[in-house]
């Protein structure tokens, strides 16, 4: 039996992640379960697999937490500490999939304890790749991806030596808007932009993929975990979802990764590394998929991937200040304040204006990110 920890258990991927624990139940012991503010469902969790703690970040709702947990013998907390305090806990796998730089903390907490980190929270790599990937390899810790993409690609790497990589493809669906003209982007709805066609995500990551921000920081989180150089890095579109992403080797191999557009694939290669375990996902019928199609990304309707590979390859504060300042510009689209294509260019105009120095640590990394964010609210409010 192993122990884990979910940092972010009432999300979809944490949903995801202890719908895999409940069907092998036996082989898992939970020590904690975290959620940002739902503090009846993380009760019900945790007392569903008898966590040893429940961590609600918004200590406003810990009194609902503690009543709900009355007389299990579950211990409550809440806050901001209570959460790197839960990530500290040393679970022999630790679930990072809280969303936004509030996952930055906890998740550093359960690098330094030295277990497996399966990450699927985007902005650990993205604002602080330097420094996180230094404390991995300072506390011995294993970092295993999580996103489909990320998770592909290592799948694909397995038993390879990455210098003798040529390519590493990235897909991308396109979102909702793949085929939309620019007049029409300039009109689109949030209602219209977080109707994925083909993957069930919250509201903020579907934007991401509308605006093909979330391929971009993919791409910034694979030029980390990935290190055969940006240059070997590219995107491409794929309407079906059903390639993941693929690696190619000098040799002229392709090899890519297929599967059901189902997170609980990649959450469970992850928690049953280095083996595999079985999971309740639909098998590919590739006769009934009958197709599947690819195309290059069009960066003149969605400049996010751009920017993006800007950001890498300036490298230090610059990915911290485009993901600070994209989710302050996808609320704001969210909120009915910006329009769908200002959503990149507030962006642009935010990394234009601010070039902070590399941040060395943790501090450094969130002060950046603050000061990107307060930026990036300042043009929302003049728009």
């Avoid at 907490?109 to 230094?134: H, P, T």
């Avoid at 199609?293 to 920017?307: H, N, V, W």
């Avoid at 990915?319 to 200002?342: D, K, M």
Wanted: aromatic share 4%; hydrophobic share 45%; glycine share 8%.
């Amino acid at each position: 039996m192993r122990t884990l920890t979910v940092l972010g258990a009432t999300g979809s991927i944490g949903a995801s992640t202890l719908d895999l624990v409940r069907r092998n139940r036996a082989d898992w012991r939970i020590v904690a379960l975290t959620a940002h503010s739902n503090a009846l469902e993380l009760a019900r969790l945790a007392r569903e697999f008898g966590a040893e703690v429940a961590v609600v970040a918004d200590e406003a709702h810990l009194p609902a937490l503690r009543e709900a947990l009355a007389g299990s013998g579950i211990e409550a907390t809440g806050g901001p500490d209570a959460l790197v305090e839960a990530g500290a806990r040393g679970a022999d796998v630790t679930v990072a999939a809280i969303v936004g730089t509030a996952g930055l903390a906890p998740t550093m907490a359960a690098i330094e304890q030295g277990g497996v980190i399966a990450l699927a929270n985007k902005e650990a790599l993205v604002s602080a790749g330097d420094v996180m990937l230094a404390a991995v390899a300072r506390h011995g810790a294993t970092l295993l991806p999580v996103d489909s993409e990320h998770n592909a690609i290592f799948q694909c790497l397995c038993g390879n030596d990455s210098a003798d990589v040529r390519w590493i493809t990235l897909t991308a669906s396109g979102g909702p808007f793949r085929d939309w003209s620019w007049d029409r982007l300039v009109t689109a709805t949030p209602a219209e932009a977080v109707r994925h066609p083909n993957w069930d995500m919250g509201a903020k990551i579907s934007v991401d993929s509308a605006t093909m921000f979330n391929k971009g920081l993919e791409l910034i989180e694979a030029h980390h975990l990935f290190p055969v150089g940006l240059d070997r890095l590219r995107i491409i579109v794929h309407p079906q979802s059903v390639v993941h992403s693929m690696v190619e080797y000098r040799d002229g191999s392709t090899l890519a990764q297929l599967g059901p557009s189902d997170m609980r694939v990649p959450i469970a290669s992850a928690l049953a590394w280095p083996g595999r375990m079985d999971t309740p996902c639909t098998a590919l019928d590739l006769a009934e998929i009958g197709e599947l199609t690819f195309r290059k990304p069009d960066e003149e309707r969605f400049p996010a991937t751009r920017l993006a590979r800007e950001a890498a390859q300036a490298g230090g504060a610059v990915p911290a200040v485009l993901n600070a300042a994209n989710e302050i510009a996808v609320a704001a689209f969210l909120g009915g304040h910006i329009s769908f294509t200002r959503i990149a260019a507030q962006v642009e105009d935010v990394l234009g204006s601010y070039a902070p120095p590399p941040p060395g640590c943790l501090s450094d990394v969130l002060e950046v990110d603050s000061e990107a964010r307060a930026r990036a609210r300042m043009l929302v409010t003049s728009t």
